[in-house]
């Protein structure tokens, strides 16, 4: 027969796929002889045995949870079911991967009408007892019977209690016990079960459907997490941290989650039940007051953590309860942390031996590096502190006051800034969060939800602002004495937890020198280069202080879309005569020199991709809807006012411009006049940009520097496209050393961002020095996806549809566009051995995607300068496991 | 030493890339002992000799020229650049591959002040010999030394002659000669050569160099013609037909160009130099008035015309003069020929046994059978005959008078129909003629340049309307006593001749017996399926005339798009409550339905793809710019007019709309929300047409008929849409068949149309039954060429500076487009070997792209019911090759 149930004492090795990530460490710390209470798992096999069987575990599964009991029993010498010191127990989900918060957990099992009494005689203690039954019966309603909370919440009008004031009595409690048998009869027919089998094998079952809520589902889309792998459940004796002042219950870290400081980190609640900790009901006190209230619990769960530690060789979060005065591990797990612990507890770990710098590279998350990075305030710019809250998770935001999850969604779709002001967050609020820039709630502490959430996604987070009193039905909150209505902005500075009125300024961060040499760890692994993607000498300086290789993507239409620049750009472009547009292109050739020159000088001895015009020429002309309305309104005007010289030129000029525009107008300006059709067809500007990129080049050369411009063409389809653009920079090029003199080395290359390009890569590559994937572009034609338009329109429905597992914009979708790219660099390598290639869209800085990069062998990856520090990292781990993966 | 040229009698073997096309055939007729001035060839060779040495002939084929034309000497018995019996020769360019008209001739070399007394005593005749030297001043000054021709035309002001009135004197013309040479001087610094070596030397090189001349190369590019052939110059003993009424040139055709018929055809002038005839300056009379004036001379060339119609195995195109009494052969080449002359005339080769089906197959251009299915004039609807002119070039025409080349182009470029009315067209006007509907011209004959070019195009064309009078300067002109301005509506049948007032109704062309029995030969050789894109029951009857087995394309977005269902589609997408959308769906199902009904019925036992709603939503909503427009000028009124209540609801209404066709406003709508990201965002618009193609099918079945319905599912990027349309479609026909207790096989299938699908084509085909390659939009994504924009913008552009050899929306571009097309064929077959393979863009009509699909041999192309039997041809031909190929 198979085997369904493993007791903790029985598991050999850690199995999380069979066992899940908790039972596996239960299992373990039991064989490492640390306080665990005894239990055993019903594994993952059950939970597909389960879903196959819509949600009922057969026969079997209960015979062999029925045995599993018997020994826990024979373990506790207490009694399943029976009056006399009854046994109870909780079961929780355990996942092969965690999922904190996602899941349902059932606690109190085994307690009934009758046992109850048992628990009074064995505790003494009647107001706990009944307190315990009561949650019993809420929890298994909602969970198991599927009562909704609020049902109990509210068992009868105007008689509402207070459960957390110690003033209600165990009569009040008793009197709620007989009303909620009465919900529950009301609402599902059928009285609250008193067989305790029933009440743990339905409760087992639950806890399986639960993988598949809304929520569990919306955290794995957002974590990657695959919906085949099920959870495992725990059962587990009860021990209890209500059961007076020298019981409690509470979280550690190993070490701090936020700083990553050598020091056990955590909270606890005197006289409380883990969940009331990590539902953020009350706010918890800091860890190290228990040292003063149980100070022997307090250095047994000291060297707990160390053991946890050396035995795990990364860093812990462990929930603990102490039943009067007995400390009991009730899970350990890998702790989440910010992206400035990660970074510092790896190389900790490195300094203290304990790991290898290969193995502290594997511990970041390269997207904690992004973390990294976030600004943080200008205190010097003047700031209005007003409250003070926890520093839930680090980094500064600035948004409107949005009290909703929905609204933060749709204001964040709007493009505006969020900051999610509630209570306390709940897992129904993680769409909220995600699309918020901050959240800030009045209640719970360093481990509540909205703590954890906003640090795994690198959201500026603070929370138990107790000045915060959040008024729903008045969109609006205070804080202290200030009152704020929905849409006020506010700042939040999730490193020190304060909250301020309006935007602050803010100031992008520094790495430090733990970083660095993180980061020199990673660039001693990787193979690919790293680049960035930058217009500015702001930009350039930023990225090159993040370690750039150079500059992959200057886009010259960002220099060209400055608001000083249109009006020139206009005239270029609506000129009527040879010599206006001349004039134009040359007051435009002064400042492209000087953006040239700031950036080459930026980026001296490195080199620097620039990408000539490619933007669709209407973007730099009024907006044509607007002028057409302008135009009729104009026109009727005159009409009331047919006398009117200055309406008549108005409305004259307005009818040209409209003309003009129209004229330029296209259909789908993603695939019309852009890109090296503009070069072609308009080569004065091309020649204009790679006059100003050469002289200003040359300047720099005389002044000692080593600029290494590489000119990029973009929207190649056509490799006589190429060809004869290529002439146009070499027979530029060669004019402005002729006249200056003078001679700089550079490269010409072709953006591969058309399907077709891919597809006759042999033929560019003949005559090209390098490629750079333009993916946004590659991903735009391959999928016929319009960026702008999909991602309002219909990429959401696929994304929830799961038509799609990721949004290609953001995921490079190796299927489709991978292909094209593999096609590419194979077919351009051929052609043209000595080829560099590069990626230097959205995707070149995501990690999953750049592993795909390593993969194909590229030269290179460039991407915003804030991923930079990622993008090392990610090239490190794919070239690391690529390594693992050989040996 | 290297062998430049060729004498006709020495040459054994025709070799027209060394000798041209000209000079293979005059060797040719040479062998054969017809009526051939003698002469030689300057070879192509010699030719890239001249374009390697900067258009000069090097000194041994001068050598060589002068050696030939002392044999000429002998055989004529007279003296090049002697007084007494002077020689004079003609240099003609002779291409491999004809270009009628483009390129340069110049006559009577041989001719100085010295000789032309001499063939004033050879012939008695000065005025005839004076016009001769005249006329070579003139074409040599124009062609060798590049002097403008109305120099010539206008040499003193206030003295210009009608020189082909007969009144001129010879005295006149000996002024008019001294005053030439002094133009020369005057134009060139230089007198015109007298040396004849010099005139013969410098001709050669000249006709050489018109070559490149930018109406030849537009020519070129016209008829795909390589540019780097070169052409071959002939050079021949003058012949005259202008020695008086015993002389005269003209042209015969062996059969009627126009129609077929098995009778010599032609034109010729009486007095009169070839010239004439072509340029279309005086119009010759038919070729049958020659039998009463000259018979021996009449029997004598159709004698010939067999003897060559029998050498050559083809209608030929003959060009005669006669000297004196004396028939001269200058030149005979294949004729150009009308659609329904081609067909006939291979049918009645076949017919004679002069040649077999096969053979047949390959004498008639694909795009001729297109021509035979121009539109007639419904002569029952009225109309109104203004003029006739000459038959010149079959087909009707109706279109606005345009009466210069440029502007044909920019009105046809607006979409406006035009007819292009000329005195005379030049090969200066090829692109106005390309652009133009028909051409109307007051001069020329059936073989003027007007008549042949519309021919090859396959353009209706009137040519010799006397009642014609083009007044540029007006732009008017007058028709009989019509006056007509530019942009006046007239029709022409250029079947007829005649020329109609406003536009006349046409009618849908018949197929002849002929086209049938030669389309059944093209459906013996051909492997490819031909299907028909038809979205109405007349088109798929039309279709199925033509020999259409099936429709590849039925566009159900056309059935939604008919001005009466607009209302509908608007209240579907507007509709703000589930029972009005329910309302709008039910409506068009019952409109679906019907369309269904007929076009299945229609197709009877043969497949009907039908593509599932495509279109952008906001295609069925009002123009966004107008609205925004209307709005605005409401907005003003109502600021004018504060108390209008009507004013203010309609400014509501507006405003409302305005915000709904916003929301549904797409920046690249190609790229958007259409395709089966409809059919998954709308499921309930895909469940009601396919429930519509459903219903209709049983119904039909019911009636005793076979109606096989294709389902296709259009814009799949992704298996995974495929898949889960796929499972829509099957539910949606069970549920139909069991509700109507009948079945009907069916198929689904997709669209390949996005580069994403051919390079996931695996995935696809495995739950498909076939694939369409959907080419319109692929070469669009794999291209990013918005198509609209694309042939308005650059692609004009692209083509006028060879970047692209075609416009890829016409000829499919098998390096791109074409690579994803190969990938996801065999992908897709190795996937499921049953998988049925189609192609439905524009390409499917188009010979080179249907060669291309018979090579990845596809079971079927679809395309226009006007293309049908072009495809079914040209299906046949590539076929035929590849057997030629294989063997």
Known sequence: MSKWIYRFDEVSQPDPLLLGGKGSNLADMTRAKLPIPPGFIVSTAA?????????????????????????????????????????????????????????????????????????????????????????????????????????FRHPQEGRHLDLDREDVSAEQLRDLIAQYHAIVVRETG???????????????????????????????????????????????????????????TGVAFTRDPSTGESRVFGEYLPNAQGEDVVAGIRTPK??????????????????????????????????????????????TRPAKRSGPAAVRIATDLVKEGIIDAKRALMMVEPEHLEHLLHPTIDEEAGITVIAQGLPASPGAACGRITLNANDAV????????????????????IHGILAASGVLTSRGGMTSHAAVVARGMGKPCVTGCDALSVREEENACMIGQVRLTEGDVISIDGATGRVMLDAVTVRPAQLSDDVHRFLQWSDQERMLGVRANA????????????????????????????????????????????????DALERLYALQHTDFYGILKEMDGLPVTIRLLDAPLHEFLPNLEQLAARQAELRVRLQYDPASESLRESWQETADLLNKVKSLHE????????????????????????????????????????????????????????????????????????????????LVGSMIEVPRAALTADAIAAAADFFSFGTNDLTQTTLAYS???????????????????????????????????????????????????????????????????????????????????????????????SELGKG
């Open 47 to 151: 939970c597909h045995l389960a879903f196959a069987n819509e949600g009922i575990l057969p026969e079997p599964v209960h015979r062999q949870i029925g045995a599993a009991m018997r020994t826990l029993e024979q373990l506790t010498d207490k009694g399943w079911g029976r009056l006399e010191n009854p046994l109870l127990v909780s079961v929780r989900s355990g996942a092969p991967i965690s999922m904190p918060g996602m899941m349902d957990t059932v606690l109190n099992l085994g307690l009934n009408d009758e046992t109850v009494e048992g628990l009074v005689q064995q505790t003494g203690n009647p107001r706990f007892a009944y307190d315990c039954y009561r949650r019993l019966i809420e929890m298994f309603g909602e969970i198991v019977l599927g009562i909704a909370r609020d049902r």
């Open 190 to 248: 059928r009285p609250f079960p008193h067989r305790v089998d029933d009440q743990l094998g339905r409760a087992v079952e639950a806890v399986f459907r639960s993988w598949n809520t809304p929520r569990a589902k919306t955290y794995r889309a957002v974590h990657n997490i695959a919906d085949g792998l099920g959870t495992a459940v725990t059962v587990q004796c009860m021990v209890f941290g209500n059961l007076g002042d020298d019981s409690g």
């Open 286 to 331: 800091p860890l190290h007051q228990l040292a003063e209230a149980m100070p022997a619990c307090y250095r047994q769960l000291l060297t707990v953590c160390r053991q946890l530690e050396d035995h795990y060789r990364d860093v812990q979060d462990v929930e603990f309860t102490i039943e009067r005065g007995r400390l009991y591990i009730l899970q």
């Open 410 to 429: 749709h204001r964040a779709s709007r493009g505006e800034g969020v900051i999610l002001v509630r209570t306390e967050t709940t897992a129904d609020d």
């Open 535 to 582: 217009d500015t000498t702001e930009e350039a300086r930023l990225a090159r202080s993040h370690g750039a290789e150079g500059i992959g993507l200057c886009r010259t239409e960002h220099m060209f879309l400055r608001e000083d620049r249109i009006p020139l750009v206009q005239s270029m472009l609506l000129a009527s005569a040879d010599d206006e547009r001349q």
């Open 667 to 746: 259909h789908n300006p993603m695939l019309g006049l852009r890109g090296c059709r503009l070069g072609i067809t308009f080569p004065e500007v091309y020649e204009m940009q790679v006059r100003a990129i050469f002289d200003a080049a040359v300047t720099l050369r005389r002044e000692g520097l080593h600029p290494q411009p590489e000119i990029m063409i973009p929207l190649i389809a056509h490799a006589e496209e190429f060809r004869r653009l290529r002439m146009l920079v070499d027979r530029t090029a060669q004019r402005v050393f002729e006249q200056q003199a003078a001679e700089i080395p550079y």
């Open 787 to 881: 960026r702008d338009d999909a991602e309002s329109k219909f990429l959401p429905v696929y994304l929830r549809d799961k038509l799609l597992a990721d949004n290609p914009f953001a995921v490079l979708d190796e299927d489709g566009v991978g292909k094209l790219i593999a096609m590419a660099a194979s077919q351009g390598r051929q052609a043209n051995p000595s080829l560099k290639l590069g990626l230097c869209g959205e995707h070149g800085g995501e990690k999953r995607s750049i592993s795909f990069c390593h993969r194909q062998q590229l030269t290179y990856v460039s991407c915003s300068p804030f991923r930079v520090p990622l993008a090392r990292l990610a090239a490190a781990q794919t070239a690391l496991s």
